[in-house]
């Protein structure tokens, strides 16, 4: 199964992408003419003319649980031309007597003050109510889709009938947030999200599943499954394939069982800060040596027999405290130098106070929604001379919108569009910046090209600051090589966890690879490009929930992009369901930071790297240019290639670093012999990793001290289940560190 080939040719369609000018469509009213009962702001702002919002009842849907809206709420899925798109759902009951079906790059969202009702009729026909991905099988190439504050509801509908409310096969910036699924309690046959295939996701968070035979059924690489409860639902989540997953906030009431990993395709589990009552197992797993699982902070009472079932028998009950992991796999204990598989046993651990809540779990947000901001707390920065139309440089118009909304407490709304910019940005405290769909903010011009002169596309605060700095729902991306670019820029801090949130914020750089770049440049390795996506400075403490950095060029041999996120952060910082792939040097690095919650990663190294065994090794272009904490590769010989690949995880100096399920994956490469180091931990203490895969590199963790690399965890001595003919090696836990 070659997933890196499939990307490549499936990417090509994101060149449609760029720059797409926004033509409005004749004969369609827009939803000023629409006289709403909701004040939520999103309903109500005035739109300027794109063909990017469709409000579902201004394409005939009538919402009031009687008229068969099936028909009406299709014609506006398909009435976009704008290449993304929202289609809105005002409160209201939506009757659907057959199957929807979604298009790229399409934004499925409800009014969050009063979630309108999607109900399947009693002779509904078909299998799938909203079938999500585009495509029929596998999603690795189908990127960006969202539903939010919505609730499905098939209760008229037979229970034992075979039906999956959302059908969802896909890979990054592709989410489900904030949506209640009400199935028939004791139901053999409703799904609430079914994946099928090999997908690549990241991220889903903050449901609800009543009644309903699986909530979950899942068959991807990796998952972060954050805040979900699961009430009288048969079985909350059935893994059917995965290699790394992370459960977290996880609540079972009256469940027969919680998480069923018992296929021969799930690899690593971790549930944390969890819990369950009246539920017969909470987690149960296959005995092979391959499959392994972690438990932290799961906490259930006397109505729970079973917390853990191994091979259908009971490995353990009651509950596991915050300060203890329960693990069954392969472990690189504190001081062990060598691994040593566990059939379940308690690991104390630690967690930092900065990161955790009162009762020992991992910081969560729930998204905002603003949903309490009528019209006139918003501005729309189109109504401010600002163009967003792919040429017209908006740098000033757009700094005077965000410098006056923050003073006046006003929220920023950039509608869909793509927003040309040549300079650095400043968004001070007090800012709440909300695209549409996905709105573009593209770097651009000289002022970014000076590679011994950093300069951020986006600079959030300045260091010291304390306070409000959101974004919501944007692309930040380059149109031509910019060696001198940081296209975010972090320096604040919340006064609570969340306030300084990237909620839905990406950055696939070159998308359709159309980036324009200077004659000197003859290959990816001699033209470098965005030094870091994402630089999270000392002073910041960062909120992040499904983000993904991707050098997601029409031929991913375009440029040689520096880093994705660097972060030096010392607050208190999450980054969940984060994709960092394609980077040239590494894609996250953690230098000198104190306190992340990383959790999931899903990684790939550089096409062009790793293929071609590039002539310019690392730190190549950027040796001229590098940061204090960036790899210099000092460890390496100098014409050795394999060893000079850009390093996914490079963490020196740290603490409190917490790393949940990282999927490190080398496609293009048949074997390991063209990357030798998938991470490289140096000179941290308090770090704990649970979860990490990889395929196709030498060593999974190579320790470094000074210059000298140890290459301790190895994939040879970790080698895992067979995933679609690839043999990843999964780590449970690594704990050499975490002294
Ligand atoms: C749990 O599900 C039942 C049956 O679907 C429903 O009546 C009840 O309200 C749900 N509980 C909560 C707390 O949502
Ligand atoms: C802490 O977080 C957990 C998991 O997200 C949640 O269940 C719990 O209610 C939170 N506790 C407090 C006191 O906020
Ligand atoms: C875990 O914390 C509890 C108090 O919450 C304490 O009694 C117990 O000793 C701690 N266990 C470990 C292994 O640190
Ligand atoms: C480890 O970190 C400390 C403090 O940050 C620093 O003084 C020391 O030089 C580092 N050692 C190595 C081998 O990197």
């Not at 963790?701 to 140890?710: A, D, H, Q």
Request: charged share 10%; net charge neutral.
């Amino acid at each position: 199964m070659k997933l890196s080939f499939l990307l490549l040719s499936q990417i090509g369609y994101l060149a449609v992408l760029s720059y797409a000018s926004v033509v409005p469509a004749e004969g369609i009213k827009t939803s000023t003419e629409n006289t709403a009962a909701s004040t939520f702001w999103f309903e109500n702002v005035k739109r300027t003319g794109t063909t990017a919002y469709r409000n579902v009842k201004d394409l005939g849907a009538k919402g009031d649980g009687i008229t068969d809206d099936t028909a009406a709420i299709q014609k506006a899925i398909n009435a976009r031309t704008s290449t993304m798109g929202v289609i809105y759902f005002p409160a209201g009951t939506y009757l659907i007597s057959s199957g929807l079906k979604a298009t790229s790059y399409s934004v499925f969202f409800g009014d969050p003050s009063n979630r309108p009702v999607i109900k399947a009729s009693a002779s509904f026909s078909g299998s799938v109510l909203l079938q999500g991905s585009v495509g029929t099988s596998s999603g690795l190439g189908d990127f960006f889709r969202t539903v939010k504050n919505l609730v499905f509801d098939t209760t008229a509908v037979s229970p034992s009938k075979s039906l999956s409310i959302i059908v969802w096969s896909l890979s990054q910036g592709s989410q489900i947030q904030n949506v209640l699924f009400n199935m028939p309690v004791g139901s053999t046959g409703h799904i609430g999200i079914q994946s099928i295939g090999t997908n690549s996701p990241t991220f889903l968070n903050d449901l609800q599943f009543n009644g309903g035979a699986i909530g979950l059924s899942l068959s991807d690489t990796q998952y972060q499954l954050k805040s979900m409860y699961f009430n009288g639902t048969t079985t909350g989540i059935k893994v059917v394939q995965m290699l790394l997953c992370t459960g977290q906030g996880l609540r079972f009431e009256g469940v027969t069982t919680g998480v069923d990993s018992t296929s021969a395709g799930s690899a690593h589990f971790n549930l944390i800060d969890s819990s369950a009552t009246n539920t017969k197992t909470v987690f149960s797993g296959a005995a092979a040596a391959v499959n392994s699982v972690v438990l932290q902070n799961v906490q259930v009472d006397s109505t729970v027999p079973a917390t853990v079932q191994i091979g259908g028998t009971v490995a353990l009950t009651g509950s596991v405290p915050a300060n203890q992991s329960w693990l069954k796999g392969n472990q690189y204990a504190a001081g062990a130098t060598s691994s040593k598989a566990s059939n379940g046993e308690l690991i104390p651990t630690t967690r930092s106070a900065s990161l955790v809540n009162s009762s020992g779990a991992f910081v969560t947000v729930v998204p905002p929604t603003y949903q309490d901001l009528t019209v006139a707390q918003v501005v729309n920065v189109k109504d401010h001379s600002v163009a967003g139309d792919g040429t017209t440089d908006d740098t000033a118009a757009i700094q005077a919108v965000i410098t006056s909304a923050a003073a006046s407490n006003q929220l920023v709304f950039f509608p869909y569009g793509t927003y040309v910019i040549t300079d650095t940005i400043k968004v001070p405290k007090g800012s709440r910046l909300v695209g549409e769909a996905w709105s573009q903010l593209v770097a651009s011009g000289s002022k970014f090209a000076d590679i011994k002169n950093l300069r951020p596309m986006i600079q959030i605060g300045v260091p010291g600051d304390v306070g409000l700095a959101q974004m919501n729902d944007f692309i930040l991306m380059i149109k031509s090589a910019s060696p001198g670019l940081v296209l975010l820029e972090i320096n604040m801090a919340g006064t609570k966890p969340g306030d300084v949130g990237f909620f839905n914020v990406h950055f696939p750089l070159n998308m359709g690879g159309t980036i324009t770049k200077p004659a000197t440049c003859s290959s990816a390795s001699n033209c470098p490009s965005n030094h870091i996506s994402v630089h999270m400075t000392p002073s910041s403490s960062v909120y992040w929930e499904n983000t993904w950095v991707s050098d997601a060029g029409g031929s991913q041999q375009s440029v040689d992009n520096g880093g994705g996120f660097f972060v030096e952060s010392q607050g208190g910082t999450w980054i969940n369901g984060v994709g960092s792939e394609h980077s040239g040097m590494y894609q996250i690095n953690i230098h000198n930071a104190k306190g992340v919650f990383l959790c999931i990663h899903q990684s790939e190294s550089a096409y062009w790297q790793v293929q071609t065994q590039a002539a310019t090794l690392n730190p190549g272009s950027w040796s001229s240019a590098l940061l204090p904490g960036e790899p210099s590769w000092s460890w390496c010989g100098t014409s050795d290639s394999a060893c000079r690949v850009g390093i996914y995880q490079y963490v020196t100096g740290s603490s409190d670093i917490h790393l949940y399920s990282s999927g490190l994956w080398n496609f293009p490469c048949a074997s390991d012999a063209c990357q030798t180091y998938a991470t490289v931990f140096g000179n941290n203490t308090k770090m704990f990793v649970w979860g990490q895969g990889v395929i196709n590199s030498k060593v999974m963790i190579g320790e470094l001290s000074g210059t000298t690399i140890s290459p301790i965890v190895t994939r040879k001595a970790n080698i895992g289940s067979n995933f679609n003919g690839l043999s990843p090696s999964i780590l449970a836990a690594y704990l050499r560190q975490s002294a």
